[in-house]
């Protein structure tokens, strides 16, 4: 079984509706993120959380909220979805490393959302 | 602000060529840097890293040094196959404020021929 896991896999929706994407993973990680993948853009920080009490905005947050029901699951919304919000959404987990920041990263296999 | 440049893609090699996947970066202090690569319709994996000046990363017959002077983590591979045809990420970790975020290149997609 897949360590980190995300549901749905694709998703067809239309703008104005409320979207949930879920993230569950099994590595008994603390750090937990959500990033959006754009041809030529490469992934961008959504949001990351550090604990359950412990969550924080990344560089596009916009438009985008979380929920961190638990140690492994970690939910990304779209309160309203509009159409630039169509991408491949990444979830990921770490441990902290070995003081200097170096984690390594363990993604799931992705979302893939279009918005109409 | 830390940012990382790679390489236009798509890569296009015949297999057994040598391979070279540019990256540079920008950062203050004193980043670990990362290469994930993305095989199709999946999640990206960590393939190398490096978390100082001079260290060399290697896997799967991949290679990279941190070259702090050119501020450059260049992918390397002597050999490509056909396997190796996926999209490869290079990225930074800001190693001073412990947070692990990653900062992302923009991805070159190699493709590799028979």
């Known amino acids: 079984d897949a360590d980190v896991t995300q549901t749905p896999r694709n998703r067809i929706t239309k703008t104005g509706k409320r979207i949930m994407l879920e993230c569950s993973q099994t590595k008994g990680h603390d750090r937990m993120y959500w990033y959006r993948q754009d041809p030529g853009l490469g992934l961008r920080l959504i949001y990351y959380s550090f604990d359950v009490k412990d969550i924080n905005k990344g560089e596009i947050s916009d438009g985008y909220s979380v929920s961190r029901q638990a140690q492994a699951k970690f939910s990304l919304s779209l309160e309203s979805a509009i159409p630039n919000q169509t991408a491949l959404y990444f979830c990921a987990t770490s441990a902290p490393g070995d003081g200097r920041g170096v984690d390594t990263q363990y993604f799931g296999p992705g979302t893939r959302l279009t918005v109409l | 602000g830390n940012s990382v440049t790679q390489m236009e893609g798509p890569v296009t090699l015949s297999e057994e060529a040598f391979l070279t996947i540019n990256c540079t970066y920008t950062?203050?202090?004193?980043?670990?840097l990362f290469w994930y690569v993305q095989y199709p319709g999946e999640g990206l994996q960590l393939l190398l890293k490096?978390?100082?000046?001079?260290d060399k990363g290697s896997n799967k017959g991949f290679e990279a040094t941190y070259r702090k002077e050119t501020t450059s983590f260049h992918l390397e591979k002597g050999s490509v196959q056909v396997s190796d045809s996926a999209v490869y990420f290079c990225a930074l970790s800001d190693g001073s404020s412990n947070t692990g975020k990653l900062i992302f290149g923009q991805g070159t997609t190699l493709q590799v021929k028979p």
């Open positions: 490096a978390t100082k000046a001079d």
């Open positions: 950062a203050t202090g004193y980043p670990s």
